[in-house]
């Protein structure tokens, strides 16, 4: 708690004695997976294409030309899975997870138009559902899966932006999720199973 506090108060110094501040909208490509896997079947996964969209607020800081960004993203993310026992699959689906991410991100200027970027982000889990069939069978059906997993994520991310001079932007990132959200239920895969984000952001945003 102590840490958290400290890195609180070290933002908000920083947002106080930015040299400008902007606010802005951004959206895109959300191309997903997760590093869903268990200690009692095999559990392959791909990535699944959907979107994400948002808010933020970007801070110049003074003598530089870095500049610091707080965001209110929505994100559908997920994965495309597929379970193997014994070398024979017995189930595949889809699972996604809806939530909202709050980003805090470094932007290191490498010229006027170009920056790398790099954080962390705060995710909090909204909704999760699960589109899955049963091999062999004709048995398929979808559910919501919103209490099987945890509320709060918290990840990294590591990308790269670049700057229109009319106040437009692309941006690419990869985002990195640490923390396991996916709750240990006795009936999971009949042991524990663990699911962490992982995705790529590519999208365009406006600066106002």
């Known amino acids: 708690m102590k840490n958290i506090f400290t890195a609180c108060l070290i933002v908000f110094s920083t947002c106080i004695f930015a040299q ?3 606010s802005g909208v951004k959206g895109g490509f959300n191309y997903a997976t997760a590093d869903f896997s268990s200690n009692s079947v095999d559990i392959d996964n791909s990535y699944i294409a959907s979107f994400y969209g948002g808010l933020f607020a970007e801070f110049g800081l003074k003598k530089s030309e870095d500049k610091l960004e707080l965001g209110l993203i929505y994100h559908r993310n997920g994965t495309d899975y597929k379970v193997t026992v014994e070398g024979e699959t017995t189930e595949k689906g889809l699972v996604y997870v809806n939530q909202i991410n709050l980003p ?3 932007k290191k200027s490498i010229n006027e138009n170009l920056f790398l ?5 705060l995710g909090v889990i909204l909704y999760a559902d699960a589109q899955y069939e049963v091999s062999n069978t004709n048995f398929s059906e979808t559910i919501e899966i919103t209490d099987d997993f945890e509320m709060f994520e ?3 991310s590591l990308g790269v932006e670049y700057n229109f001079n009319f106040g437009g932007f692309v941006e690419l990132k990869y985002n990195y999720g ?3 959200t996916y709750k240990d239920e006795p009936d999971t895969f009949e042991g524990e199973a ?3 984000n992982r995705f790529f952001l590519l999208g365009v945003g406006y600066r106002f």
């Open 104 to 106: 805090l991100t470094y």
């Open 194 to 196: 663990d699911f962490k």
């Open 117 to 121: 970027t790099g954080g962390a982000y």
């Open 20 to 22: 400008e501040t902007f």
């Open 178 to 180: 640490l923390t396991n």
């Open 154 to 156: 918290a990840g990294l």
